[in-house]
């Protein structure tokens, strides 16, 4: 059982900052996915990033981003992985949502929400115009 608890969203200009972490508690194996997704209202759950974990290799081959956030957000991990980061920077109004951290238990490296089994609870992230 993995517990993931995300923190660091706020309310923030167009064009700004903002980092995300995903602290994780209880043992995963040595090969997962970490996902980030999101949700605005009255819309579906969308894929923003992923990092998948081999042991304890990370490279650049291993991560993966929405279309809608490629060049602008960036998934990283702690030197221990106990904490996954989501660093969003040149923030529009579109980005707008709850943002979620999921894991892949599989490491299928999936874009799918459905694919993901353990969720945390949100964060909620206000870009304004």
């Not at 167009?14 to 996915?33: D, K, V």
């Not at 990283?76 to 040149?90: E, F, I, K, R």
């Not at 707008?96 to 874009?111: K, M």
């Amino acid at each position: 059982q993995v517990q993931l608890r995300e923190s660091g969203g706020g309310l923030v200009q167009a064009g700004g900052s903002l980092r995300l972490s995903c602290a994780a508690n209880g043992r995963t194996g040595s090969r997962y996915t970490v996902g980030w997704f999101r949700q605005a209202p009255g819309k579906e759950r969308e894929f923003v990033a992923a990092i998948r974990v081999i042991g304890i290799r990370v490279s650049g081959d291993n991560t993966k981003y929405g279309d809608s956030v490629k060049g602008r957000f960036t998934i990283y991990g702690d030197s221990a992985w106990n904490t996954v980061y989501l660093q969003m920077n040149s923030l529009k109004p579109e980005d707008t949502a709850i943002y979620y951290c999921a894991v892949d238990e599989d490491d299928f490296f999936s874009t799918s929400a459905l694919h993901y089994d353990y969720w945390g609870q949100g964060t909620q992230v206000s870009v304004s115009s």
